[in-house]
Nanobody, 124 residues
Framework: QVQLVESGGGLVQAGGSLRLSCAAS????????MGWFRQAPGKEREFVAA????????DYAESVKGRFTISRDNAKNTVYLQMNSLKPEDTAVYFC?????????????????WGQGTQVTVSS
């Protein structure tokens, strides 16, 4: 059974930083792409970032490019999202997602497994 457990969310002032972690278990972590998505109140879930199985390739939503960095440590079965220069509009529940294959994508239906989410709140 695949499990994804996020941590690292919290309350931060605008301009601050947070690092989210997602610990995975239940399958060979290094074989699959991983992603981060977020959902703000009253809005649809949106893509944030994705990373290839070995971490060689990454992809970012335009709204976070240059501020967020996705990375992974396959020895620890963990994917990270470093978030810098946070803005109030980054406030959302952030979800870790496990890819269906080694290919990474921006659509939620390309991911089979989801964490429970972690709240990120950025105050102005």
């Amino acid at each position: 059974q695949v499990q994804l457990v996020e941590s690292g969310g919290g309350l931060v002032q605008a301009g601050g930083s947070l690092r989210l972690s997602c610990a995975a278990s239940g399958r060979t972590f290094s074989n699959y792409a991983m992603g981060w998505f977020r959902q703000a109140p009253g809005k649809e879930r949106e893509f944030v970032a994705a990373i290839s199985p070995r971490g060689r390739w990454t992809d970012y939503a335009e709204s976070v490019k240059g501020r967020f960095t996705i990375s992974r440590d396959n020895a620890k079965n963990t994917v990270y999202l470093q978030m810098n220069s946070l803005k109030p509009e980054d406030t959302a529940v952030y979800f870790c997602a496990g890819g269906r294959t080694s290919a990474w994508g921006r659509r939620g239906d390309e991911y089979d497994y989801w964490g429970q989410g972690t709240q990120v709140t950025v105050s102005s």
